[in-house]
């Protein structure tokens, strides 16, 4: 998961179109509905964070167009997180993002919430190929194993198997997959 800025954009790339410089473009300058912009800033304010001498002469204008980006989608994850390539963010609006670690593939619609339950080192991780649906509320020190889906306007307070998709509130498992 050491992955340099340029391959971890390809990754995300890839997950709404072919990750060329047209894709790009196509993706950055007329979205549809995703917010590639916004996963374009994380990584770049990412990168330029890991850097002394960048992040002296880009730190400033880089968090700027960053902040103005999270403002705009409604979208808070904390750049000191270790987000795999293929970050997928559907609509943006009311998502929060503070975990541990994320791994690859990561899909998470608007209106959720991932983070501490009672104290700032109680807050999940989650696994490969994981998508959480709109409204889920996902907390506490617990693990979403890999290829979990966790259904719409559920409350995730527990660890998760894999190939599992739970729902509800609290979360039960509804099906293995």
């Not at 709404?16 to 374009?40: A, H, I, Q, S």
């Not at 670690?101 to 501490?116: L, M, S």
Request: aromatic share 12%.
């Amino acid at each position: 998961m050491n992955d340099s800025y340029i391959t971890l954009l390809r990754k995300d790339l890839s997950r709404l179109c072919d990750p060329n410089l047209k894709g790009f473009l196509k993706e950055y300058l007329f979205p549809r509905g995703n917010t590639f912009r916004y996963v374009f800033w994380f990584r770049t304010m990412q990168a330029v964070k890991k850097n002394f001498i960048s992040k002296i002469l880009l730190g400033f204008p880089v968090y700027i167009i960053f902040r103005h980006y999270e403002y705009k989608y409604g979208i808070h994850a904390n750049t000191n997180i270790k987000i795999g390539g293929g970050l997928k963010i559907v609509h943006g609006d009311c998502v929060y993002i503070n975990c541990r670690e994320v791994g690859e593939n990561f899909t998470i619609y608007q209106g959720v919430t991932t983070g501490a339950s009672r104290n700032d080192e109680d807050i999940p991780v989650i696994k490969d190929n994981v998508k959480i649906c709109t409204n889920s509320v996902v907390c506490g020190d617990i693990t979403l194993e890999s290829n979990c889906c966790v259904g719409a306007n559920s409350f995730v307070n527990c660890s998760v198997e894999s190939n599992t998709v739970v729902a509800g509130c609290p979360a039960k498992v509804i099906k293995r997959l």
